[in-house]
């Protein structure tokens, strides 16, 4: 309690002074009982009730007309003498009297305080008010996490149209007319209205992408290329549309080693597992010489693939990734570009796939049904945005 | 192509387990699809001896029998087959065995009373033949006791994917060939023994069409019975999945799918004459074997006799001359065809055949006196005759490749430093001769090779791609650049602030159904329609990528959502000069029925308005660095959109950034949307490119020390005037002093006069050095109304 005692005691300690001569002098003086008047103003403002009240009751004791200011006024007609022992009394009045009233007006204020907040409670059990939650679409996600791992290997992103000419999405890659690849792409094709007799089509891989970069940017190069594309096969485990990165390697002295650390060093980034183990194996392409095709080791965990480990080992099996190669000297040569002065490799996987593989989704069908069911469930938060530092995958 | 371990044996010494020939397949590029192995079939399944047999108590046509199975214990087993009888040895399925045929699994158990402890099999149910007339009965010395499957040599089957650069692999011989190079045996030589003939051949073979056929071998073998071929041949052929037909039919089946050649046997009494091989003249037609009748054109070889077409050359035969039980005379063509022309002749005839994939890819050249020689010998060896000499109509191109090579390419484009002995050593092993100078010849039956890279792969792949070490691309040097384009980073950013929003992002289809294509493709130059969509519904090109994102909403509210909000970052595919492709980056969004749903606070539900769409048409824009302050809002939102509720957002009168509002009731109808929609559209191409800034430093800033002063002004204005426009004129009265102008009311009725309304601006003034006095604020005033009244607005008092 570091405040003045006050209150009536004080007044009584004051009142009571060693030689008795206050009391006489104040009789004397005054007419006036400064204890009594002290013990009144005291306990009306005990008694009062609201704020109203206490301010009345101070303008009567301290107002300009108050009794309390009335009685200092007297002090100034007083001897000196009488004023030394009349000043401190009243003035020690004037002070109990603010105090007593300071003291109430704050309890007073405080009680009507808690009364309104009393009054304001709510149900805070009821529910707040929604927003709307967005989301990203996993094969945005995953684009965007390749562009991240790749920056980290210096590819830069490219892309091409989607509707294409047959010279770029076939002849240009070392697919000419009548080459029987060309039938096992399953292309969709505009009607030909052309003279020249090129035929227009929905590209049906991210390869032409390489000859446009190559023609538009020359060598050397590294890009990877994701987008659209499109094969005429519709069931459970194709769909007209699909998504593919195309990635791109040309300089100087590129060999099948730098391939396969390429795709190594992005799988395992990719998955965040180190015991990704690739099975590279001779295939056929048009535009790559040599050619190979990777698997990729994975286990059944839970019912769902998952990729790691040796498709060789116990419980493994090997599932076909990727297809690649060192990019043949025709393709080269047809991105303007001289096949004795530059050599390089191309790769080609499916998106939607590895998205699949890495989070878990089963249909690849529902990826474009625009089910806000589904797209809420395996979409993005807008701020889970693949970082090397913060890490490329979002965890489940 | 399926061949079975026992015939890849003919081809290839080895020991390898079916397991080493897989696993040797996969690594050299011969993908292997699957491996069936019987033994794995017939498992459960064991060589039975019938000890005693006797009729069953209860069923006439049932017989109990006693069956030794080796392990001193007999078995009583039920059976009805009518050879079931006592001495006979056959296989016994115990219990727990799943019946090939049938996938059921055996078990023990009670029939019309008596226990049967397993079955004793047919053929037709171990998938042997189709032979069901009763039990296997095997020979009496077929030691009883052990597993069928052992006793009968089963056979692993490799069903494999044969690239389309290798036609030497769809013959077994090449299989073997490149399994011999990867060190898994030794290729045994091809045996074609020449066959005198005994007679000049009688009929004219020709060829005259050098193109498309250089040339057409053949002979006469007369005097043969066509019966069914051998059991050896037959087992291979069912291996590789065919049916045996005939003699004659098998036997140039099996010389295709051995040698990966090609051969027709013609039934020569079918013939009239001598046979050309010939372009195909215009209006003539074959009925080949599968039946059905082809349109020839003069672009097609065929080979033909005076009476008309019997062959469309290289890819089917024509049943009219097709060999059958009755056939005594057979002529056989060994030919070689243009590979160009077959393909273009069956991708016409849209037929595809064995002889079509090989020809196409291009058959050995060098291939086609053994190929009739090997022919020849099955044939009479099987149906007998004899035959004549041969015939050799043309030559086929006889010149092989060369290329030049260094082994030090090996390691400059494969990463593997191979030495040079052992890529001599695969090249040899693959036919391949290597010169001294490094001159590498490539055998007939490579046509894939024709450059050093080719070389590369054959000695990399025999030598095994596992070897290969990873290598790590250098790193760049300097400081690293953005990788992706501006933009690429536009379309991230706004994806991910569109998702910020609470919009759900959906990837919808490329393609549309035609009509709702239409309905939103006006004035960008006609769709894009699809010659062989793959259904009705995905014909068009999207023009827009509103339809998809609505149906969608469609499929969406079909589930039982009740509030929407979808949106698409993607290309509108347009016409651009001469029909070109024109593909531009949007962005759509979907605001569709609910907004809110009702609520403790809020009650009732609230549906989306046009002003939603108009804050998510600025708030992205802005996001994409489009200058929102300076845009304008103009109509013209186009048809799909409610004509009183949409607006344009433009740059200047011609650059249309987006458009917005609520759509039209009548494309909803078309979309059977029954809940209101907003939309918007945001053509991403169109938003002017920032200039890329020199640095990162932003212009300079320090916050005006004297505080702003708002002032408010209502205006009357005539009802058609739009608040915008008010707003910008108030904006523009003072730009020295006007920071920024708020419309905050927008009010018509009670003293407000007809015609008219009291639209009420807040205006946030920014003193400079010092504060305004009551002059320079009326002044300002002043300015503000003068604005305003050139738009025919009076300050209300």
Not at chain 2, 379 to 399: D, H, K, L, N, Y
């Amino acid at each position: 309690m570091g405040r003045r005692a006050s209150g009536p005691e004080a007044l009584r300690d004051g009142a009571i002074a060693p030689n008795g001569s206050a009391l006489q002098t104040l009789t004397d003086l005054g007419k006036v009982d400064i204890a009594a008047t002290g013990t009144e103003a005291l306990a009306r403002i005990a008694a009062a009730q609201d704020l109203d009240t206490i301010e009345g009751l101070r303008v009567s004791f301290l107002g300009k007309q108050g009794s309390i200011s009335g009685l200092l006024k007297t002090l100034g007609g007083m001897s000196p003498e009488a004023r030394q022992v009349e000043g401190p009394k009243i003035h020690g009045l004037r002070e109990t009297v603010t105090n007593a009233l300071a003291e109430r007006k704050a309890a007073l204020e405080g009680a009507a305080l808690e009364a309104r907040l009393s009054a304001e409670t709510i149900d805070l059990t009821l529910p707040a008010p929604e927003a709307p939650k967005g989301s990203i679409h996993p094969v945005s996600q995953v684009m965007d996490e390749l562009a991240e791992i790749f920056a980290d290997m210096g590819f830069a992103v490219a892309s091409g149209p989607e509707i294409e000419d047959d010279w770029h999405n076939f002849t240009a890659l070392n697919m000419p007319e009548s080459h029987p690849a060309r039938a096992m792409h399953d292309t969709f094709y505009f009607p030909s209205d052309a003279p020249s007799g090129t035929r227009t089509l929905l590209r049906t891989h991210t390869s032409p992408v390489q000859i446009r970069t190559m023609l538009s940017e020359g060598a050397p190069l590294r890009i990877i290329a994701p987008g659209r594309v499109y094969r005429s096969d519709s069931d459970a485990t194709h769909t007209p549309m699909f998504h593919q990165v195309e990635g791109l390697v040309i300089d100087k002295g590129i060999h099948l080693g730098h391939l396969k650390w390429t795709l190594e060093t992005f799988l395992k980034a990719f998955f965040e597992r180190d015991d990704i183990v690739l099975r590279l194996r001779p295939s056929y392409f048009p535009f790559t010489e040599p050619s190979v095709e990777v698997d990729t080791g994975y286990s059944f965990e839970g019912g769902r693939r998952v990729i790691g480990g040796s498709g060789d080992d116990p419980g493994h099996a090997w599932m076909e990734l990727l297809g690649s190669g060192m990019i043949n000297r025709h393709v080269i040569a047809a991105g303007g570009l001289d096949p004795d002065e530059w050599q390089g490799f191309a790769f080609g996987a499916g998106i939607d796939r590895l998205a699949m593989l890495k989070y878990g989704m089963n249909d690849l069908r529902a990826f474009f049904d625009g089910d806000v069911r589904w797209l809420r469930h395996y979409g993005f938060s807008m701020l889970d945005m693949p970082t090397l530092s913060g890490g490329v995958g979002t965890p489940a | 192509m399926k061949f079975s371990l026992t015939w890849l044996k003919d081809h290839l010494e080895t020991e390898a387990t079916a397991d080493q020939v897989a696993a040797t397949l996969n690594a050299i590029g011969l993908e292997v699809e699957s491996v069936e192995d019987p033994a794995a079939k017939l498992a459960g399944f064991r060589i039975a001896r019938v000890l005693t047999a006797e009729k069953h108590p209860q069923a006439d046509k049932l017989q109990v029998l006693t069956v030794d199975t080796g392990d001193g214990n007999p078995l009583q087993v039920v059976c009805g087959a009518p050879n079931a009888r006592a001495g006979l040895v056959g296989v016994l399925g115990l219990p727990g065995a799943l019946v090939p045929s049938n996938g059921m699994e055996l078990r023990k158990s009670a029939i019309r009373g008596v226990e049967s402890n397993g079955m004793m099999c047919s053929s037709r149910e171990l998938e042997l033949s189709d032979d069901h007339e009763g039990i296997i009965e095997l020979p009496a010395d077929a030691p009883v006791g052990m597993p069928f499957a052992e006793y009968r040599g089963a056979d692993p089957v490799f069903d494999i994917a044969i690239t389309p650069n290798r036609p030497d692999c769809m013959g077994v011989h090449g299989i073997a060939r490149d399994l011999a190079a990867a060190g898994l045996g030794k290729l045994k030589p091809i045996a074609a023994q020449a066959v005198p003939g005994s007679f000049p051949c009688p009929r004219e073979i020709r060829t005259d069409d050098p193109e498309g056929c250089p040339a057409f071998y053949g002979r006469i073998v007369r005097g043969v019975k066509n019966g069914s071929s051998p059991q050896w041949i037959q087992d291979r052929l069912k291996s590789a999945g065919q049916r045996p037909i005939s003699a004659l039919v098998d036997l140039t089946n099996f010389v295709m799918l051995a040698y990966g050649r090609p051969a027709h046997a013609y039934d020569l009494a079918q013939l009239s004459r001598g046979v050309t091989a010939r372009r195909a003249r215009e209006g003539e037609t074959c009925v080949a074997l599968n039946g059905k009748e082809y349109a020839l054109d003069a672009g097609m070889t065929v080979i033909a006799d005076e009476a008309g077409v019997h062959d469309i050359a290289g890819i089917m035969g024509g049943e009219h001359s097709g060999c059958s039980e009755a056939t005594t005379d057979v002529l056989l063509e060994i030919a070689y065809f243009d590979p160009l022309r077959i393909a273009e002749t069956g991708r016409k005839l849209n037929l595809t055949s064995d002889a079509r994939s090989r020809f196409e890819r291009g058959v050995d050249p060098g291939f086609l006196d053994a190929g009739l020689e090997i022919l020849t010998t099955l044939i009479i060896e099987t149906c007998g005759g004899e035959a004549s000499e041969a015939v050799r109509a043309g030559t086929p191109p006889a010149a092989l490749k060369t290329v030049a090579y260094d082994p030090a390419r090996a390691a400059q484009l494969g990463g593997e430093d191979i030495p040079e002995v052992e890529q001599k050593r695969i090249l040899a092993a693959l036919g391949f001769t290597v010169g001294a100078d490094w001159t590498v010849t490539v055998p007939g039956w490579r046509p894939d090779i024709d450059s050093w890279p080719d070389i590369v792969e054959e000695v990399v792949r025999i030598h095994g791609l596992d070897a290969v070490a990873s290598t790590p691309l250098p790193r760049a040097d300097g400081v690293a650049k953005p990788t992706a384009t501006p933009v690429q980073r536009l379309e991230r950013r706004l994806r991910r602030a569109a998702a910020a929003r609470g919009l759900n992002e959906a990837i919808t289809w490329s393609f549309l159904p035609e009509g709702e294509a239409d309905h939103f493709a006006d004035g960008n130059g006609g769709l894009w329609l699809l010659e062989n969509p793959i259904s009705e519904d995905m014909m068009a090109m999207r023009p827009s990528l509103l339809p998809g994102l609505l149906a969608a909403t469609r499929r969406n509210l079909d589930r039982g959502a009740s509030g929407l909000r979808l949106f698409e970052i993607g290309r509108r595919y347009l016409r651009g000069e001469a029909g070109r492709s024109d593909e531009r980056l949007s962005l759509g969004v979907v605001l569709a029925g609910e907004k809110t749903s009702r609520g403790w606070s809020n009650g009732k539900t609230a549906e989306f308005d046009a002003f939603d769409a108009k804050a998510e048409a600025l708030a992205l824009l802005a996001e994409a660095g489009a200058p929102v302050d300076n845009l304008m809002v103009m109509a013209e939102a186009g048809s799909q959109f409610h004509p009183g509720q949409s607006a344009t957002l433009r740059l200047g009168p011609k650059t249309v950034l987006a458009r917005f509002g609520m759509l039209h009731p009548s494309t909803l109808k078309a979309f059977d949307i029954d809940v209101p929609v907003a939309a918007v559209e945001l053509f991403l191409d169109a938003i002017p490119a920032k200039k890329r800034a020199a640095g990162f430093a932003r212009v300079s800033y320090a916050p005006p020390p004297l505080q702003a002063v708002t002032r408010d002004f209502a205006f009357l204005v005539p009802v058609a005037t739009p608040a915008g426009d008010l707003a910008r004129a108030v904006r523009g009265a003072d730009k020295a002093n006007i920071v920024s102008v708020r419309l905050f009311d927008d009010f018509r009725g009670q003293g407000v006069p007809d015609g008219q309304k009291s639209l009420a601006v807040e205006v946030t003034l920014q003193p400079g050095e010092k504060s305004y006095d009551e002059a320079e604020l009326k002044a300002i005033a002043e300015r503000i109304t003068a604005a305003a009244a050139k738009l025919g607005a009076v300050l209300r008092g």
